[in-house]
């Protein structure tokens, strides 16, 4: 089994930033991708940002440029460093990862979730 532990979320005002991060334990891979999503109250979850075990990254369009994307393959962590938020991007925030090497943008292609950290942004 994986593990997956999300930290760094908050209350921010907008405009700030916010450092996520999800350490895996466990059974790992050879070679794996990890992600993030997330779901704002209401709405399903969505795809934010992905990175390949190579450090090849996309990300969702609505945070492109505000966020990035990094991973420390020693440490088995991936970060995800949100700035420039908005209140938008209120929402739960899931990591996920799955072993491969290339890029994985759907839910359903993720076998291992965090539990979610909850990141609120004020106006």
């Known amino acids: 089994q994986v593990q997956l532990v999300e930290s760094g979320g908050g209350l921010v005002q907008a405009g700030g930033s916010l450092r996520l991060s999800c350490a895996a334990s466990?059974?790992?891979?050879?070679?794996?991708?990890m992600g993030w999503f997330r779901q704002a109250p209401g709405k399903e979850r969505e795809f934010v940002a992905t990175?390949?075990?190579?450090?090849?990254?996309r990300y969702a369009d609505s945070v492109k440029g505000r966020f990035t994307i990094f991973r420390d393959n020693a440490k088995n962590t991936v970060y995800l460093q949100m700035n420039s938020l908005k209140p938008e991007d209120t929402a739960v925030y899931y990591c996920?990862?799955?072993?491969?090497?290339?890029?994985?943008?759907?839910?359903?292609?993720?076998?291992?979730w965090g539990q979610g950290t909850q990141v609120a942004v004020s106006s």
């Open positions: 996920a990862v799955r072993s491969g090497t290339s890029y994985y943008t759907r839910e359903y292609e993720y076998g291992h």
């Open positions: 466990g059974r790992t891979f050879s070679s794996y991708a």
């Open positions: 990175i390949t075990w190579g450090s090849s990254t």
